[in-house]
C-alpha cells in the first residue's frame, strides 16, 4: 500500500525557517517524481514545488521561488521541502503527493502538515 | 500562468441525479487536464486524468470529456459519498495550476 507521510509543520514567525519532511513507502520511491502541493485554509490547492527521479531537476511556483528549497533522499524513501523567509501567506496544509508515472497527475497524496506563518 | 475557472463555487443536486461540473483553461491545455475530489478533513483524491481516465479504482460513474480549454466531470448518479469539492487542474505548462474548485452539496 503506497503511504506518504508528511511531518516538520508547526508555528514560525515572518522570515523564519521550517523544513518538511515526508516518508514514503509501499512503492519504489526513486522511480517517481515526486511534488509538494499547499492548501492554505478554507481556500483552493497550489502546486509549489516538482523534482524528478534523482533529484537534479526542479521547479517551483513563482511564490516561493528562491526562498524554497525542494530535494529528496532515495535511500531513505524521502522528500523534503526546505522553507526559508516564511510569510503569512505562505500558512497552509502543506501536501506531500507523488506523479503518476505516465503523466502529471498526482495519484497520491499524504495527509498534509500544518505550517502557521504569524507573529 | 493558466488560470483555471470552475463556476459556479457550489452546485445542488439530489442523491441519483445526474451531476456536471465545468472547467474552462485561459489558454488550451491539450487534455493535460486532472480532476480531484477532496472531502472535509481529507487530501484531495485523484479522479481522472489526461480528461478522460479513470484511475485503478476509480468507480464508473465518474466520466470525463473535453478539449482545448474546456473540460466536464459528470458523476451519472450521484452518491452520498460524492458530496465533496471537486478540482481541476492543468498539467500543459508550468505552473500547474488548479481551479478554485465547484463545492457539489445535497439540494
Known amino acids: 500500500e503506497v503511504q506518504l507521510v508528511e511531518s516538520g509543520g508547526g508555528s514560525v514567525q515572518p522570515g523564519g525557517s521550517l523544513r518538511l519532511s515526508c516518508a514514503a513507502s509501499g512503492f519504489t520511491f526513486s522511480s517517481f517524481w515526486m511534488s509538494w502541493v499547499r492548501q492554505a485554509p478554507g481556500k483552493g490547492l497550489e502546486w509549489v514545488a516538482n523534482i524528478n527521479q534523482d533529484g537534479s531537476e526542479n521547479y517551483y511556483v513563482d511564490s516561493v521561488e528562491g526562498r524554497f528549497t525542494i530535494s529528496r533522499e532515495n535511500a531513505k524513501n524521502s522528500l523534503y521541502l526546505q522553507m526559508d523567509g516564511l510569510r503569512a501567506e505562505d500558512t497552509a496544509v502543506y501536501y506531500c503527493?507523488?506523479?503518476?508515472?505516465?503523466?502529471?497527475?498526482?495519484?497520491?497524496w499524504g495527509q498534509g502538515t500544518l505550517v502557521a506563518v504569524s507573529t | 500562468d493558466i488560470v483555471m475557472t470552475q463556476s459556479p463555487a457550489t452546485l445542488s443536486w439530489s442523491p441519483g441525479d445526474r451531476a456536471t461540473l465545468s472547467c474552462r483553461a485561459s489558454h488550451s491545455v491539450s487534455s493535460n487536464l486532472a480532476w480531484y475530489q477532496q472531502k472535509p478533513g481529507q487530501s484531495p483524491r485523484l479522479l481522472m486524468y489526461d480528461a478522460s481516465t479513470r484511475p485503478t479504482g476509480i468507480p464508473a460513474r465518474f466520466s470525463g470529456s473535453g478539449s482545448g480549454t474546456e473540460y466536464t466531470l459528470t458523476i451519472s448518479s450521484l452518491q452520498s459519498e460524492d458530496f465533496a469539492v471537486y478540482y481541476c487542474?492543468?498539467?500543459?505548462?508550468?505552473?500547474?495550476?488548479f481551479g478554485r474548485g465547484t463545492k457539489v452539496e445535497i439540494k
Open positions: 487542474q492543468q498539467y500543459n505548462n508550468w505552473p500547474y495550476t
Open positions: 503527493a507523488r506523479k503518476l508515472y505516465i503523466t502529471n497527475a498526482l495519484d497520491y
